[in-house]
């Protein structure tokens, strides 16, 4: 059954680790902005192999090695036993924190990659950044404001049909109605610092891997609101 309370509830960004593939550099970096370690199933068998403890394990626990088991103190194991979400979107729901940084959920199986897409847009009131190889990315809050530099490319993917405004684009997105089916902003660029609104959830802005730190500074700002759900 889903748990009743958040597993982690804090003032502080946290790190979230899937078992997927892991770049190197990926779990160093979430962890220099967010060193509270939390795994997703799985994921734990990759924090014990880097040598550390999660503070919690959240998920179906069908993943995680007999070994990964035995290692850790049963009462950091949090079990959601239902079958009709990812355990992602089980951890995810499960933490009452600021900001997320999620690493080890990309790269590996493309369905699952798909589905960490779909829990983004469908937990909007979460903020979380997806670190990938290259790239991050993150659902588009209400306003935002990036201290981008010129040139930085700026991805804008739509989950579903949604409407913005921009300043510091190449290319502005006001008056353009974006649909997964329909149109998508992929491979728009900076002229420098960038304002984005969008008037739903669902639009994921996708930035090169060197805009982790400034977007996650951008989504702790207080100025930043967060989707109401």
């Known amino acids: 059954m889903p748990l009743e309370r958040p597993v982690v509830d804090g003032a502080e960004p946290v790190t979230l680790l899937g078992g997927g593939a892991l770049g190197p550099g990926d779990l160093g970096d979430a962890l220099a902005l967010a060193p509270t370690l939390v795994a997703a199933d799985s994921g734990a068998d990759a924090a014990l192999a880097a040598g550390l403890a999660p503070a919690a394990v959240i998920g ?10 035995a290692m850790l103190n049963a009462a950091i194991l949090h079990k959601v036993s239902e079958q009709d979400s990812t355990d992602f979107d089980k951890a995810l729901r499960h933490l009452a924190v600021p900001l997320t940084l999620a690493v080890g959920f990309t790269g590996a199986r493309l369905d699952h990659e798909l ?31 990036l201290d981008l530099a010129p040139g930085t ?23 353009l109605v ?40 951008a989504l702790l700002d207080p100025a930043t609101e967060c989707w109401r759900v």
Not at 60 to 69: C, F, P, V
Not at 128 to 143: E, K, M, S
């Open 60 to 69: 179906d626990l069908d993943s995680i090695s007999g070994e990964g088991m």
């Open 178 to 217: 974006f649909h997964p089916a329909r149109r998508v902003g992929t491979s728009n660029e900076a002229t420098g610092p960038v304002q984005l609104e969008a008037d739903a959830p669902g639009l994921l802005v996708i930035l090169p891997r060197a805009a982790l730190g400034l977007a996650a500074e």
């Open 115 to 145: 589905a960490v897409f779909h829990t983004l847009a469908a937990r909007p009131e979460h903020r979380c950044i997806v670190i990938g190889t290259h790239d991050i990315l993150f659902n588009a809050p209400p306003r935002i404001a």
């Open 153 to 175: 490319r700026v991805s804008l993917f739509p989950m579903a049909e949604v409407t913005g405004r921009s300043q510091g684009l190449r290319w502005p997105i006001d008056g």
